[in-house]
């Protein structure tokens, strides 16, 4: 027998389960290919270093072959020493099989350059742009930082929430990037200006 | 008693009072508030405990909603009231099991709820470990870049770079495809023209990371500089720091890492990752109703977030969790611990599966030699431990002194400046010397290693003696041209890092301490293991090395010493012990250097609190005056309550409300005119008998909802705080019910009560404030501020230096 109110409580518990299995989701979407980026024969290798021998010079090779076969006997070659030798100078290699993946070296720095290109141009939008843009309002504040707060954002509260209350989306954004960059500037204060905070 | 009207505790039906004896345990006086009769409700009108989330007279259904925004919630910058908070969340547990009997919805959410808990632990273990695989990826790939750039595809750094192609066994580091940026831009890479360009582009390019660093922190998120961790702790402790969680600082701090560290600055990644994985369960905790309304729940959430952290930072999953449990919480459940060993799990898997490091190690300088170690060896080990606790004593005076002074005079009044003139001096004075050039964890790594024949690098030039090798056991031999010239660039190496150090953190930049502590002990450990080797090498016949180093045998390894030092200066400038051995030891993957480990990491505690007693972090707390009550120290002053409760005998007498008698108008000039935080509540100024506490926030917003909302409610109407309000002649306007604010059941100590106790009680529950009576009737309040001043008189520091509330 459902309750009346079981419909309500459905909703409400699955909001709170739906959010989090979607971000789970969307996690997984993210990283999977990340985790098993194709093994390209690019991005596998066997390493065998070996020591000085006698009168044969330290050498470094490289070869890309599978796990099993990354032994001194597959990857050295030409075999520098006569077959008798092979054993002894074997015993000094030592090899490693490692493997990397060069997509998600690729990806990541991408995303990250990304990120950083797009904080310097919002950066730049905000102190060279924005004040340009809006209606030149004695009550906006660049981002620069500013002893008193106590009237300023008053005085900028009251403009843009006179009249109607406009509910259209630019709106909503422009409340709350202001909403932003007063808290931004109450944290400088208190952190660079104040030094109440992380000195 | 049967009293079915004050519930709270996890009975039904039994009285409140009792149950509070036992959990607090404490000789406390609880008098029975008034003479009102007993109440005869029906069931579904209980208020809760403090009503702090629940309306008196609403019917269970309303439990999952809140009567009013805004109530229950703290002011930034002000404690938590953590009984308020366990006790609400019991509540909503209580009412969720009744609940789940009813239907199967209910019992679906009644299992959902239980297993919030641990799927939030595994979206905070994969964000965290995404978040640190791209940190380590692109640091590497930007600190590389201050050298050269990788022509076969921009995105790869030195080492990935020359992955491909064949490499000598001398030159590990030159292949085609890596063009450093002379060789770039002249076309060859030997000359003093050329060396001159590298320099310049190398001081450039750092100058450029610093400076982008500080402008991103003082234009985005300002709360991101630093290393988080003091704060953190304060966090944990029940403070409210709006915003230091939050989206902006997670990203700011997680970009502007990667530049600070790369800049070449003397500074690592630990302590942010911490605040990183923290701000990362902030966030993951909005998705959760159980942890966004309730700042109890959030905050062992958080401690589970920083063992996730400390866990990728090192690779190190139960490390994680002891430095959690050790250093960063303040309240540590039991069922936290299991809870943070699965999120540091899934935070280290998720790392290995990014596979930063390209072998599937988590941390750059994992080390695998188990060579055994002598007892006499120990000798030097707990050499190495003075010297880590003398250096870690002075490292926190010189760096309190330098940050004090930033915070006091001009010099903090340029922090950009400030942050490219430190890169400069450490850009300048690092490119010379080929062991401050490379990265520090990179320097580290080098230092930890053990020299075989397979190594070729100029700290492991000795003097081979092909006859006597026996494959790879190499015995100690001498030391070549090339280990000198390693010694003297290490020890130029290790005084420039003990100095620069001292300014680079605390920075407005993102900055760790971890790594520049490891590296200075390591440099310090590896010159005395490799004085060690060489002394016992031309010195095989003394009495003290003849017993068990003879010629020809391996017995002193260098790389022991370089990481026994690190622990030690580590430990020396933390005051970790657990957690630093365990951290040291998943390094290392052995247990045979528990011991060595533990006499260093003992022996630098020890001498580091014979000249100081705080950490690092103690010593930031106490600087920036953050209201944090110490666990670890004994309170042993003979004082007692009455000394510390305000008012004291010359000041005005305690701000109280009365319970019926009080008018809104009344009630808000006392708002308006003090700004004490919350005031008590009495029968009557006469009689001075408590009833309750209300909160000056849930005060302000329930007045001003009450006089847009409700009708008939105007200055003059009373505000009544009890379930019987006294009856008013018809006339006069309606009265104001503010019952489901009141806290019925505030902390009481009597005057006589000693400050040890008052303190242990403060401490072990969490209290913001605490009211002191005299023969049953109310005498004044101690708040947790006071406790603060009152030990810092105690120990003859500056009381005022206690900012927050």
């Known amino acids: 027998v459902l309750f009346p109110q079981a419909p309500r409580m459905f909703a409400q518990s699955s909001r709170n389960s739906v959010s989090p299995v979607l971000l789970l989701v969307l996690l997984g979407c993210v ?28 050498h470094i090779y490289n070869k890309n072959v599978s796990q099993k076969d990354c032994n001194c006997l597959h990857v050295v070659e030409p075999m520098p020493v006569p077959g008798n030798d092979v054993e002894a100078y074997c015993l000094l290699c030592e090899c490693k099989y490692e493997e990397r993946s060069t997509t998600t070296i690729k990806v990541i720095i991408i995303i990250y350059l990304s990120v950083v290109g797009a904080l310097l141009l919002y950066m730049a939008f905000l102190v060279l742009v924005d004040p340009l843009i809006r209606k030149p309002d004695p009550y906006t504040q660049p981002l620069h930082n500013e002893e008193d707060s106590e009237d300023t954002r008053s005085l900028a509260t009251g403009p843009t929430l006179a009249g109607a209350r406009a509910n259209t989306v630019l709106e ?22 104040r030094h109440k905070m992380l000195s | 008693m049967d009293q079915k009207g004050y519930r709270r505790g996890s009975f039904q039906s039994a009285t409140s009072d009792e149950d509070m004896l036992e959990i607090a345990g404490a000789p ?3 008098s029975m508030a008034d003479d009102d009769p007993p109440l005869d409700r029906e069931i579904g009108g209980f208020p809760s405990y403090n009503g702090g989330g629940m309306n008196g007279t609403s019917t269970m259904m309303d439990f999952l909603e809140e009567p009013l925004p805004g109530v229950g919630t703290y002011e930034d910058f002000n404690t938590i009231d953590w009984v308020r908070e366990k006790s609400r969340d019991r509540d909503r547990h209580r009412e969720i099991t009744n609940r789940s009997k009813e239907s199967t919805w209910a019992l679906l959410h009644s299992v959902s709820d239980a297993f919030s808990g641990w799927l939030l632990m595994l979206l905070i273990g994969l964000l965290a470990g995404s978040l640190a695989g791209l940190i380590d990826i692109s640091a590497h790939w930007m600190t590389d870049l201050k050298e050269g750039v990788c022509l076969a595809g921009f995105w790869f750094n030195h080492e990935h770079c020359c992955w491909k192609s064949n490499t000598t066994f001398t030159d590990r580091d030159k292949c085609p495809e890596w063009k450093s940026w002379s060789q770039l831009i002249l076309g060859h890479g030997e000359g003093a023209f050329a060396y001159i360009l590298n320099y310049f582009m190398y001081v450039i390019w750092a100058l450029m990371f610093s400076l982008l660093a500080v402008l991103l922190v003082k234009g985005f998120a300002p709360y991101a500089c630093g290393s988080g961790i003091p704060e953190i702790k304060t966090i944990l402790s029940g403070f409210i720091i709006r915003g230091y969680l939050g989206k902006w600082t997670l990203v700011i701090k997680t970009i502007t890492l990667v530049l600070a560290v790369s800049s070449g600055l003397s500074l690592g990644k630990e302590g942010p990752l911490v605040h990183v994985a923290c701000c990362c369960g902030n966030i993951l905790c909005h998705l959760f109703t159980k942890y966004r309304k309730n700042e109890a729940k959030r905050r062992e959430v958080l401690s589970a977030a920083a063992a996730a952290g400390v866990s990728v930072a090192f690779g ?10 050790e250093e960063v919480s303040y309240y540590f459940p039991l069922k936290t611990l299991w809870r943070s060993f699965f999120a540091a799990l899934v935070a280290a898997f998720t790392l290995r599966s990014i596979n930063p490091f390209g072998n599937s190690r988590l941390v750059l300088f994992y080390v695998e030699f188990h060579m055994p170690w002598h007892l006499l060896e120990l000798v030097p080990f707990i050499l190495l ?45 690092a490119f010379p010397n080929e062991y401050t050039r490379m990265s520090t ?73 971890f790594i520049p502590s490891m590296a200075v002990g390591a440099i310090a450990g590896r010159l005395l293991g490799v004085a060690m080797e060489q002394l016992a090498f031309y010195h095989h016949d003394w009495a003290i090395f003849s017993g068990w180093c003879s010629q020809g045998a391996d017995c002193i390894t260098p790389g022991l010493y370089a990481m026994v030092g690190a622990a030690a200066c580590l430990g020396g400038v933390t005051r970790m012990t657990v957690s630093l051995v365990v951290i040291m030891f998943e390094l290392t993957g052995g247990l045979e250097y528990i011991v060595p480990l533990m006499a260093a990491a003992m022996t630098s505690k020890w001498v580091a609190d014979a000249i100081g007693r705080e950490g690092i972090y103690d010593a930031h707390i106490r600087l920036n005056g953050y209201p944090f009550l110490e666990a670890k120290e004994e309170f042993s002053h003979k004082t007692r309550a009455m000394d510390v409760m305000r008012p004291r005998k010359n000041d005005p007498p305690l701000t109280v409300i009365t319970q019926d008698t009080m008018t809104v108008e009344d009630v808000e000039t006392i708002v308006t005119s003090t700004t004490y935080s919350g005031y008590p509540v009495v029968v009557s100024r006469a009689s001075q008998r408590l009833v309750g506490f209300v909160l000056r926030r849930d005060l302000i917003i329930s007045i001003e909802n009450a006089r847009k909302k409700q009708d008939g409610i105007v200055s003059t109407s009373v505000i009544c705080f009890t379930d019987y309000c006294p009856p008013l002649p018809p006339s006069s306007p309606s009265v104001l019910k503010l019952r489901s604010i009141l806290d019925l059941s505030p902390f009481t100590v009597t005057d006589e009560t000693p400050m040890e106790i008052v303190v242990d009680i403060f401490r072990k529950l969490g209290l913001r404030q605490c009211l002191v009576t005299h023969n049953g009737k109310l005498l004044g309040i101690i708040t947790k501020k006071d406790v603060l001043k009152h030990i810092a008189q105690m120990a003859n520091q500056d009381p005022d230096s206690i900012l927050f509330n």
């Not at chain 1, 991005?43 to 009168?55: A, G």
């Not at chain 2, 020299?451 to 492991?460: A, E, P, R, T, V």
């Not at chain 2, 000198?484 to 003990?498: D, E, F, G, P, S």
């Not at chain 2, 001292?502 to 920075?507: A, C, D, L, Y």
């Open chain 2, 385 to 429: 431990g003075i010297f880590g606790g003398l250096w870690g004593a002075f490292f926190i005076r010189s760096n309190i002194a330098w940050c004090r002074r930033r915070k006091t005079t001009r010099l903090g009044k340029y922090p950009v400046l400030e942050v490219l003139v430190v890169t400069a001096i450490t850009a300048i004075l």
């Open chain 2, 316 to 325: 190190a999953p139960i490390g994680g969790v002891l430095f959690s449990l």
């Open chain 1, 172 to 193: 909503r954004v422009e409340g709350a990037q202001q909403r932003w960059k007063r808290q931004v500037q109450e944290q400088r204060k208190t952190v660079f200006d």
């Open chain 2, 28 to 30: 406390m006086d609880f």
């Open chain 2, 441 to 513: 964890s990179e320097l580290i790594s080098e230092l930890f290693n053990d020299c075989g024949i397979l190594d070729s690098s100029q700290l492991c030039e000795y003097v081979n003696d092909f006859n006597s090798t026996k494959g790879d056991d190499l015995p100690d031999r001498a030391a070549g041209p090339g280990v000198y010239t390693a010694m003297w660039q290490l020890a130029l190496a290790l005084i420039m890092k003990v100095f620069i150090t001292i300014f680079t953190f605390g920075m407005k930049v993102p900055s760790g301490l």
């Open chain 1, 31 to 58: 990283l999977c290919p990340l985790a098993q980026a194709s093994k390209s024969s690019e991005d596998i290798r066997c390493k065998c270093i070996c020591p000085p021998y006698r009168n044969i010079s330290g």
